[in-house]
């Protein structure tokens, strides 16, 4: 009887135990992911995290939150998502900014590389070269010459030291022997306010950021600064076809996850965001802004992630850039 008794106690405890377990998974997956941005809304970070946000949370079952902490190069969220419970609950909108420019000029409280772990490539665009109505250049050639003929006069915006935009206006004025002066700002949605104002004249903007702009005819596209034209703007050459090679900047953005993530966790959201990423809604949407969807594994991207790092490590060491810039 004794041995009934206790073997009776036993499974109970067991029961107990599993069905606390599972009560605790339960509460846990129904609790808000957070998906930090580190830029304002309205740029090409923001505009990609909402593009898989909703049917994030439909995959996941759980609701998700855009939160957007812009500044110090988008490493903020990067910083808050590096030191979030490593639960999968506090996710990165990663940029190539955050995760591979900003870590070569700005001291960080984290490690891109050992602190925040890659789950999935979402998106690849090209930076545009855009100019406002004010300039009557209307191709690379005339901005070119004109940029020549008067040094220092030309601003170029960017959404921040250290952004692609600004590599790229620095690698263009390298390239074509002119002088340009840097104007950063917190973001590309305030930058895209004075570019349009007048305030500056030019910028290397993203695609997502700027392709609602110039179609509706407040900015101009000259080129692309990619190895190939854009479908959205087929009229429109790479910097390579303008007579500037040797220019290639294009911006990428995929979630990142705390480092420490159990690795079931990690493959969920991972398996959750593939879906995601090649819904034809997302296709679609992607599309719209000029984005091509990711299509690497979890491995794939760290070593894409990794290989970015020191290519641009190099870049800045060559161009010079510094935070006063």
């Known amino acids: 009887m004794k041995t009934w008794i206790a073997g009776t106690l036993a499974g109970l405890a067991t029961v107990a135990a599993v069905a606390a377990t599972a009560g605790a998974a339960w509460a846990q997956d129904t609790r808000p992911v957070r998906l930090m941005v580190g830029a304002a809304p309205g740029g090409g970070t923001d505009v990609m995290a909402r593009i898989v946000s909703d049917k994030l949370a439909a995959q996941l079952k759980q609701p998700v939150v855009v939160d957007n902490r812009p500044g110090a190069s988008n490493t903020i969220a990067a910083d808050i998502t590096a030191k979030a419970p490593a639960d999968g609950n506090t996710l990165l909108m990663g940029v190539v900014t955050s995760q591979a420019i900003a870590p070569h000029l700005l001291k960080l409280q984290f490690d891109p590389l050992k602190d925040l772990a890659p789950v999935a490539l979402v998106s690849t665009v090209p930076n545009v070269l855009v100019v406002n109505s004010q300039v009557t250049a209307r191709d690379v050639k005339a901005l070119v010459a004109q940029i020549q003929a008067n040094p220092d006069k030309f601003r170029y915006s960017s959404s921040g030291v250290g952004s692609t935009q600004h590599l790229a206006g620095a690698a263009f004025a390298r390239q074509i022997k002119g002088k340009l002066l840097h104007v950063p700002y917190k973001s590309s949605s305030s930058a895209l306010v004075d570019l349009m104002g007048g305030q500056v004249d030019m910028s290397f903007e993203t695609m997502p950021s700027v392709i609602g702009h110039i179609k509706a005819g407040k900015l101009r596209a000259l080129a692309v600064t990619a190895d190939q034209r854009s479908a959205l703007l087929p009229n429109v050459p790479t910097l390579a076809e303008a007579g500037v090679p040797g220019i290639q900047m294009s911006a990428w953005y995929g979630v990142y ?69």
């Open 257 to 325: 996850a705390p480092a420490g993530t159990p690795p079931a966790t990690l493959q969920k959201l991972g398996g959750a965001l593939a879906t995601v990423i090649k819904d034809p809604d997302t296709v679609r949407r992607l599309a719209d802004v000029g984005a091509v969807p990711g299509a690497l594994t979890a491995a794939q991207f760290d070593a894409f992630s990794r290989a970015e790092y020191v290519r641009y490590g190099k870049l800045i060491a060559e161009l010079g850039v510094k935070l006063d810039q």
